[in-house]
Nanobody
Framework: VRLVESGGGLVQPGGSLTLSCEAS????????LGWYRQVPGKERELVAY??????TSYADSVKGRFSISRTAANTMWLQMTNLNPDDTAIYYC?????????WGQGTQVTVSS
């Protein structure tokens, strides 16, 4: 099973990005899925997660700005709006709780003017 993140890039403060997570198998078997992010020198943190029946939860730092969604098949998204420099990080998808061997390369998000 593999999870592949994409959609990162360089964006100005106040801008938007949508990240995608493609799974090599049906994601229903994972139950809850989450987006995580990590800044060099800091621990990886959970940004948002979504359960198999669509319930969502967000870190306080992104509430009202980020939106997580998923298909019934093999894709999950993270819509990010009103980005600020503190959102700069490598973003990863994984199950929640995370499974070690599912960590992928992540996708870099850089918010800078």
């Amino acid at each position: 099973v593999r999870l592949v993140e994409s959609g990162g890039g360089l964006v100005q403060p106040g801008g938007s990005l949508t990240l995608s997570c493609e799974a090599s198998t049906n994601i229903r078997s994972f139950g809850a899925l989450g987006w995580y992010r990590q800044v060099p020198g800091k621990e990886r943190e959970l940004v948002a997660y979504i359960t198999s029946n669509g319930l969502t939860s967000y870190a306080d730092s992104v509430k009202g700005r980020f939106s997580i969604s998923r298909t019934a098949a093999n894709t999950m998204w993270l819509q990010m709006t009103n980005l600020n420099p503190d959102d700069t990080a490598i973003y990863y998808c994984n199950s929640r709780p995370p499974i070690g061997h599912l960590w992928g390369q992540g996708t870099q998000v850089t918010v800078s003017s």
